[in-house]
C-alpha cells in the first residue's frame, strides 16, 4: 500500500498513476542498466516526479482551502483525480 493509499484508504488511486508508479518502482536496477542509462531510469524519475507533483498539491491546497472552492484550481482537480473523485 502507498502512502496515497494509506491517506484514503476507502479511494482507489487512478490507474494510470498507479501503472506510472508500477513501471517505476517495479524493478531491480544491474550494472547492465549502466550502459541504457536514461532508458533504464527514466520510469523512475517519472514515477517521483508525478508523486512529487501530487504530494506538493495536497500540501498546498490542505493549506489554502478551507472549503470546496467555486473555481477549482488545476492543482486541486488533480489530486482529486488522483483518487477518482472527478
Excluded: C, Q
Aim: glycine share 4%; no cysteine.
Amino acid at each position: 500500500m502507498t502512502a496515497f493509499e494509506k491517506l484514503m484508504p476507502d479511494y482507489p488511486l487512478n490507474d494510470d498513476f498507479l501503472a506510472i508508479v508500477g513501471e517505476g518502482t517495479n524493478r531491480i536496477f544491474s550494472k547492465a542498466d549502466n550502459k541504457r542509462w536514461a532508458e533504464a531510469t527514466r520510469p523512475i524519475v517519472e514515477a517521483f516526479l508525478h508523486a512529487k507533483y501530487f504530494l506538493e498539491m495536497m500540501v498546498k491546497y490542505g493549506k489554502e482551502l478551507d472549503y470546496p472552492p467555486v473555481t477549482m484550481p488545476s492543482g486541486w482537480a488533480a489530486v482529486l483525480y488522483l483518487y477518482n473523485l472527478r
